[in-house]
Protein backbone atom coordinates (compact mmCIF):
# COMPACT_ATOMS: atom_id res chain seq x y z
CA UNK A 1 0.00 0.00 0.00
CA UNK A 2 1.33 3.46 -0.87
CA UNK A 3 2.24 5.68 1.70
CA UNK A 4 3.25 9.65 1.19
CA UNK A 5 5.11 11.25 3.81
CA UNK A 6 5.84 15.06 4.07
CA UNK A 7 8.47 17.02 5.99
CA UNK A 8 8.30 18.85 8.26
CA UNK A 9 4.32 19.21 8.96
CA UNK A 10 4.83 23.06 9.44
CA UNK A 11 7.52 25.85 8.40
CA UNK A 12 7.39 29.16 9.16
CA UNK A 13 10.91 31.57 7.34
CA UNK A 14 10.83 35.06 7.21
CA UNK A 15 10.21 36.68 4.02
CA UNK A 16 13.21 36.15 0.64
CA UNK A 17 14.44 32.45 2.47
CA UNK A 18 15.23 29.96 -0.14
CA UNK A 19 13.13 26.75 1.67
CA UNK A 20 12.92 23.00 0.65
CA UNK A 21 9.76 20.95 1.52
CA UNK A 22 10.25 17.20 1.30
CA UNK A 23 7.86 14.30 0.39
CA UNK A 24 8.82 10.47 0.14
CA UNK A 25 7.06 7.71 -0.95
CA UNK A 26 7.02 4.00 -0.01
CA UNK A 27 6.30 2.52 -3.60
CA UNK A 28 8.38 3.70 -6.49
CA UNK A 29 6.14 2.51 -9.28
CA UNK A 30 4.12 5.54 -9.59
CA UNK A 31 3.10 6.94 -12.96
CA UNK A 32 3.70 10.50 -11.94
CA UNK A 33 3.84 13.08 -8.44
CA UNK A 34 2.38 16.46 -7.95
CA UNK A 35 2.52 19.58 -6.06
CA UNK A 36 -0.29 20.79 -5.02
CA UNK A 37 -1.12 24.22 -2.91
CA UNK A 38 -4.06 24.55 -0.85
CA UNK A 39 -5.34 27.63 0.97
CA UNK A 40 -7.48 27.77 4.43
CA UNK A 41 -10.78 26.11 3.37
CA UNK A 42 -10.46 26.63 -0.17
CA UNK A 43 -9.51 23.73 -2.85
CA UNK A 44 -6.47 22.75 -4.60
CA UNK A 45 -4.52 24.40 -6.93
CA UNK A 46 -1.85 22.10 -9.21
CA UNK A 47 1.67 23.69 -9.18
CA UNK A 48 3.65 21.54 -10.61
CA UNK A 49 3.56 17.55 -12.48
CA UNK A 50 6.38 15.28 -13.08
CA UNK A 51 6.60 12.25 -14.99
CA UNK A 52 8.02 9.26 -13.74
CA UNK A 53 10.18 9.29 -16.72
CA UNK A 54 11.47 13.18 -15.44
CA UNK A 55 13.67 14.51 -13.13
CA UNK A 56 12.39 18.08 -12.64
CA UNK A 57 9.88 20.63 -13.15
CA UNK A 58 10.17 24.07 -13.09
CA UNK A 59 7.28 27.61 -13.07
CA UNK A 60 8.27 30.80 -11.73
CA UNK A 61 10.12 30.37 -8.64
CA UNK A 62 8.96 26.72 -8.01
CA UNK A 63 11.27 23.94 -9.05
CA UNK A 64 10.17 20.17 -8.03
CA UNK A 65 12.53 17.35 -8.41
CA UNK A 66 11.72 13.76 -8.58
CA UNK A 67 14.11 10.75 -7.32
CA UNK A 68 11.45 7.94 -8.16
CA UNK A 69 13.94 5.06 -7.18
CA UNK A 70 15.33 6.26 -3.76
CA UNK A 71 10.93 7.22 -2.99
CA UNK A 72 11.26 10.92 -2.94
CA UNK A 73 10.97 14.23 -4.30
CA UNK A 74 11.32 18.19 -3.19
CA UNK A 75 9.42 21.29 -4.11
CA UNK A 76 11.99 24.03 -3.62
CA UNK A 77 10.61 28.06 -3.62
CA UNK A 78 12.93 30.38 -4.67
CA UNK A 79 12.48 34.43 -2.72
CA UNK A 80 9.81 33.24 -0.94
CA UNK A 81 6.79 35.74 -0.53
CA UNK A 82 3.80 35.96 2.31
CA UNK A 83 1.66 35.05 -0.28
CA UNK A 84 3.23 31.81 -0.48
CA UNK A 85 2.14 31.08 2.69
CA UNK A 86 -0.81 28.13 2.15
CA UNK A 87 -0.38 24.39 2.86
CA UNK A 88 1.45 22.45 0.25
CA UNK A 89 0.67 18.89 -1.17
CA UNK A 90 2.20 15.73 -2.60
CA UNK A 91 0.30 13.20 -4.24
CA UNK A 92 1.31 10.63 -6.27
CA UNK A 93 -0.81 8.68 -9.10
CA UNK A 94 0.28 4.83 -9.28
CA UNK A 95 -0.67 2.77 -11.73
CA UNK A 96 -4.39 2.02 -11.97
CA UNK A 97 -6.45 -0.43 -14.29
CA UNK A 98 -9.02 1.64 -16.09
CA UNK A 99 -7.03 4.38 -17.12
CA UNK A 100 -8.09 5.81 -13.53
CA UNK A 101 -4.88 5.79 -11.53
CA UNK A 102 -5.59 7.09 -7.62
CA UNK A 103 -4.16 10.09 -6.04
CA UNK A 104 -2.24 9.48 -2.51
CA UNK A 105 -1.96 12.16 -0.62
CA UNK A 106 0.75 13.32 1.45
CA UNK A 107 -0.27 15.32 4.95
CA UNK A 108 0.99 18.46 3.96
CA UNK A 109 3.65 20.80 4.80
CA UNK A 110 1.81 24.21 6.17
CA UNK A 111 3.94 27.31 5.08
CA UNK A 112 3.95 30.49 7.01
CA UNK A 113 5.99 33.17 5.61
CA UNK A 114 6.38 36.13 7.84
CA UNK A 115 6.88 39.47 6.02
CA UNK B 1 -10.35 26.09 -19.29
CA UNK B 2 -10.42 22.94 -17.04
CA UNK B 3 -13.05 24.26 -14.17
CA UNK B 4 -14.65 22.73 -12.05
CA UNK B 5 -17.79 23.59 -9.40
CA UNK B 6 -19.11 22.29 -6.23
CA UNK B 7 -22.67 23.59 -4.81
CA UNK B 8 -22.93 24.56 -1.63
CA UNK B 9 -19.72 25.72 -0.51
CA UNK B 10 -21.20 25.68 2.48
CA UNK B 11 -24.17 23.86 4.38
CA UNK B 12 -25.02 23.22 7.91
CA UNK B 13 -27.56 20.51 8.62
CA UNK B 14 -28.96 18.94 11.47
CA UNK B 15 -28.23 15.63 12.47
CA UNK B 16 -30.34 12.66 10.76
CA UNK B 17 -30.92 14.83 7.90
CA UNK B 18 -29.47 14.35 4.25
CA UNK B 19 -27.36 16.56 2.14
CA UNK B 20 -26.92 16.54 -1.38
CA UNK B 21 -23.19 18.45 -2.82
CA UNK B 22 -23.45 18.53 -6.69
CA UNK B 23 -19.76 18.64 -8.47
CA UNK B 24 -19.87 20.10 -12.31
CA UNK B 25 -16.84 20.29 -14.93
CA UNK B 26 -18.18 23.53 -16.79
CA UNK B 27 -15.58 23.27 -19.46
CA UNK B 28 -15.05 19.46 -20.24
CA UNK B 29 -16.88 16.05 -20.40
CA UNK B 30 -15.49 14.02 -17.12
CA UNK B 31 -15.60 10.46 -17.72
CA UNK B 32 -14.39 10.33 -14.32
CA UNK B 33 -14.84 11.78 -11.06
CA UNK B 34 -13.76 11.32 -7.45
CA UNK B 35 -14.82 12.17 -3.79
CA UNK B 36 -12.37 13.29 -1.60
CA UNK B 37 -12.97 14.12 2.72
CA UNK B 38 -10.39 16.19 4.61
CA UNK B 39 -10.45 16.27 8.34
CA UNK B 40 -9.13 19.57 9.77
CA UNK B 41 -5.52 19.73 9.83
CA UNK B 42 -5.48 16.15 7.49
CA UNK B 43 -4.40 15.45 4.15
CA UNK B 44 -7.51 14.28 1.55
CA UNK B 45 -8.35 10.61 1.79
CA UNK B 46 -10.47 9.43 -1.61
CA UNK B 47 -13.92 8.33 -0.87
CA UNK B 48 -15.02 6.94 -4.21
CA UNK B 49 -14.19 6.95 -8.05
CA UNK B 50 -17.28 7.07 -10.01
CA UNK B 51 -17.34 6.41 -14.04
CA UNK B 52 -19.97 8.10 -15.71
CA UNK B 53 -23.13 5.96 -16.37
CA UNK B 54 -21.40 2.94 -14.06
CA UNK B 55 -21.59 2.57 -10.18
CA UNK B 56 -19.12 3.81 -7.83
CA UNK B 57 -16.04 2.30 -6.59
CA UNK B 58 -15.96 2.95 -2.93
CA UNK B 59 -12.71 3.02 -0.89
CA UNK B 60 -12.14 -0.07 2.13
CA UNK B 61 -13.88 1.74 4.98
CA UNK B 62 -16.42 4.09 2.93
CA UNK B 63 -20.66 3.22 3.55
CA UNK B 64 -21.80 3.26 0.22
CA UNK B 65 -25.30 3.20 1.74
CA UNK B 66 -24.16 6.58 3.49
CA UNK B 67 -22.22 8.26 1.08
CA UNK B 68 -24.70 8.05 -2.63
CA UNK B 69 -22.65 8.76 -5.45
CA UNK B 70 -24.39 9.35 -8.79
CA UNK B 71 -22.90 10.25 -11.83
CA UNK B 72 -25.80 10.41 -14.12
CA UNK B 73 -24.05 12.83 -16.96
CA UNK B 74 -20.86 13.72 -18.44
CA UNK B 75 -20.47 16.71 -16.12
CA UNK B 76 -22.16 15.97 -13.24
CA UNK B 77 -21.50 14.16 -10.46
CA UNK B 78 -23.71 14.25 -6.90
CA UNK B 79 -22.56 12.95 -3.23
CA UNK B 80 -25.21 12.27 -0.67
CA UNK B 81 -24.54 12.11 2.76
CA UNK B 82 -27.11 10.37 4.27
CA UNK B 83 -28.52 10.22 7.68
CA UNK B 84 -25.71 13.07 8.45
CA UNK B 85 -24.13 12.93 12.03
CA UNK B 86 -21.62 15.38 13.35
CA UNK B 87 -18.76 12.98 12.89
CA UNK B 88 -19.85 13.23 8.99
CA UNK B 89 -18.92 17.03 9.47
CA UNK B 90 -15.59 17.36 6.84
CA UNK B 91 -15.01 19.30 3.92
CA UNK B 92 -15.64 17.26 0.65
CA UNK B 93 -13.67 17.79 -2.30
CA UNK B 94 -14.58 16.28 -6.16
CA UNK B 95 -12.00 16.05 -8.81
CA UNK B 96 -12.63 15.22 -12.77
CA UNK B 97 -10.89 13.82 -15.36
CA UNK B 98 -11.47 12.96 -18.99
CA UNK B 99 -11.02 9.41 -19.95
CA UNK B 100 -7.85 10.29 -22.93
CA UNK B 101 -6.01 12.53 -19.65
CA UNK B 102 -4.08 9.91 -17.12
CA UNK B 103 -2.23 12.74 -16.15
CA UNK B 104 -4.54 15.47 -14.97
CA UNK B 105 -7.26 15.32 -12.73
CA UNK B 106 -8.92 19.36 -11.60
CA UNK B 107 -10.43 20.00 -8.19
CA UNK B 108 -12.96 21.53 -6.84
CA UNK B 109 -12.85 24.27 -4.86
CA UNK B 110 -14.71 22.39 -2.20
CA UNK B 111 -17.65 22.16 0.45
CA UNK B 112 -17.35 22.88 4.32
CA UNK B 113 -19.84 20.17 5.68
CA UNK B 114 -21.43 21.01 9.35
CA UNK B 115 -24.09 18.55 11.11
CA UNK B 116 -25.10 20.02 13.68
Known amino acids: KQEVTQIPAALSVPEGENLVLNCSFT??????LQWFRQDPGKGLTSLLLIQSSQREQTSGRLNASLDKSSGRSTLYIAASQPGDSATYLC??????????????FGQGTTLQVKP | GAVVSQHPSRVICKSGTSVKIECRSL??????MFWYRQFPKQSLMLMATSNEGSKATYEQGVEKDKFLINHASLTLSTLTVTSAHPEDSSFYICSAKTFDSYNEQFFGPGTRLTVL
Open chain 1, 27 to 32: DSAIYN
Open chain 2, 27 to 32: DFQATT
Open chain 1, 91 to 104: AVRGYGSGNTGKLI
